[in-house]
């Protein structure tokens, strides 16, 4: 046992589960101290190193994850809504930093999360990577300085696999274009378009989404006016820029107070 900030990775077996593993082996900044997966998974009870193809790692996942997070100072999350939703009242339960990467929520989740940061830190982003995060920034200021005869749009491209559209980031992307231009996205936002649409309303943001192959993630915001176009791009080749984040944003969190953070916050854009 080393008195290096102890780390439980959910959702062990996913993408991003097995990509955060290996990044806190590798870091030297923090220790895995437990891997959480859903009941009935196939990796329940074996050592996650082995069950990853690999050599032992000494954690055997587990589907207890009180009894894990009561053990760590930190619970690195990317699974799924309502999983999420449950690990942040358990987290602030055993008072470890809730790092959520997780997307797709609605409304109820994001009430629920907010109420568990009332007695636990939470950071939680739709993109843990330092480039999106500095997108947002640009979005935010190129919004601001073009008025509405410039329509804006966020195109995002993802692996087959994904299940929620449009993805966190292109969320906050959108929401970064009308916080520039002083609105509110929920009244701007278009999310979707099929048959007769009429003409685009002036002033809206729209989103539209790519599914296919194994697209780690690519994000495009386009502010098109008449004779010329700004577009503001980022490409994700590697998950390990979104365990990087994630694991820096455990890190950072041991220092603060409760509260709902983001990575602007932990990177201090
Ligand atoms: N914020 C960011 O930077 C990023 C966010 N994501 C998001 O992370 C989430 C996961 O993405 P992937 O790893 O690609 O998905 P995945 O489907 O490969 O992995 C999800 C894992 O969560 C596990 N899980 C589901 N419910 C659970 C429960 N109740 N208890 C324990 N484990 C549970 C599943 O068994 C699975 O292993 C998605 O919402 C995705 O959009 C993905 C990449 C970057
Ligand atoms: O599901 C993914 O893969 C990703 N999800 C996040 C999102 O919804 O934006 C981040 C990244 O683009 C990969």
């Not at 994904?162 to 929401?175: E, H, I, N, R």
Request: proline residues 3%; aromatic residues 4%; contains cysteine.
């Amino acid at each position: 046992m080393t008195d290096l900030p102890g780390i439980v990775i959910t959702g062990a077996s996913g993408r991003m589960g097995r990509m955060l593993i290996q990044t806190v082996l590798a870091s030297g900044k923090a220790r895995l101290a437990g891997c959480v997966e859903r009941p009935g998974h196939a990796w329940i009870g074996r050592d996650v190193g082995e069950a990853m193809g690999g050599a032992p790692a000494g954690v055997s996942v587990t589907d207890d994850p009180l009894a894990a997070f009561a053990r760590a100072q930190a619970v690195i999350d990317f699974t799924a809504p309502a999983a999420t939703v449950e690990f942040a009242a358990l987290a602030a339960q055993a008072r470890a930093v809730h790092v959520i990467g997780t997307t797709g929520m609605e409304p109820e989740h994001l009430a629920k999360i907010k109420a568990a940061a009332r007695h636990a830190v939470i950071v939680r982003a739709g993109n843990m990577s330092l480039g999106v995060n500095l997108l947002v920034q640009l979005t935010k200021k190129v919004a601001a300085a073009l008025d509405a005869d410039w329509d804006v749009e966020v195109v995002e491209a993802h692996h087959r696999m994904k299940v929620d559209a449009p993805s966190g980031t292109a969320l906050m992307l959108g929401q970064a274009a009308a916080e520039g231009r002083g609105v509110a996205l929920d009244a701007v936002a278009d999310r979707g378009r099929d048959g007769i649409t009429g003409a685009r309303s002036r002033g809206h943001i729209g989103f539209s989404a790519i599914r296919g192959g194994d697209i780690v993630g690519e994000h495009d915001v386009i502010f098109a006016a008449d004779g010329e176009r700004v577009i503001l791009r980022h490409i994700a080749t590697d998950r390990a820029i979104f365990a990087r984040g994630a694991l820096r944003a455990a890190l950072w969190g041991q220092r603060q107070k409760p509260g709902e953070y983001d990575m602007i916050d932990v990177l201090g854009l």
